[in-house]
């Protein structure tokens, strides 16, 4: 064989035990294969989801209040178990609203790509939509005033400050 092509085998050799990720070590611990560490939040998103961030001002530190711990923390059984049900019941009336909003938004896209598209039908999909959304915000919105009424004075607190910050329905 070869020198230059035995040295170069060498070579390749020696670098795959020496490097940590290719070691047989760092992968195998008691004969088990280790998997492989997760990535980091950061490490996983690409290039355009950094700019996206940046631009929105998101991964910014928070400032936090110096009020009592968050009112979740502090709910008692009881509590957690009527929060719990009237999470449940949000949840169920926002699914299929949500469905229905989603699939009059695809209907909409549907009707304004088409080459003769008719602006009344156009206008009409958009006030059925609303009308959905505006039915979400009315199921939300009367949670969150629900919840309040669950919670103790003290919880509120923390509660109302969270409300105050939000920026709308999700």
């Known amino acids: 064989m070869n020198h230059k092509l035995l040295g170069s085998l060498l070579l390749t050799s020696i670098f795959a035990f020496t490097t940590p990720a290719l070691a047989s070590d760092d992968n ?7 998997a492989a560490p997760e990535k980091s939040h950061h490490a996983k998103m690409g290039k355009e989801h950094h700019d996206k961030c940046r631009k929105k001002g998101a991964h910014k530190k928070k400032k936090g ?45 549907v009707m304004t790509a088409k080459d003769d598209a008719n602006q009344t039908a156009i206008h009409n999909k958009i006030d059925e939509l609303m009308t959905v959304k505006a039915e979400i915000m009315k199921h939300r919105y009367d949670h969150l005033t629900e919840m309040r009424d669950a919670l103790t004075e003290q919880q509120r607190i923390t509660y109302d400050m969270a409300i105050l910050k939000r920026e709308g329905v999700r």
């Not at 195998?28 to 280790?34: I, V």
């Not at 979740?72 to 009237?86: F, H, N, P, Y």
């Open 28 to 34: 195998h611990k008691d004969g088990h294969h280790q």
């Open 65 to 109: 209040h110096s009020l009592s711990p968050h009112w979740a923390k502090t709910l008692s059984d009881e509590q957690r178990v009527v929060v719990d049900k009237m999470h449940l019941k949000l949840s169920s009336q926002h699914s299929v609203l949500k469905a229905q909003a989603t699939l009059l938004q695809k209907e909409l896209n």
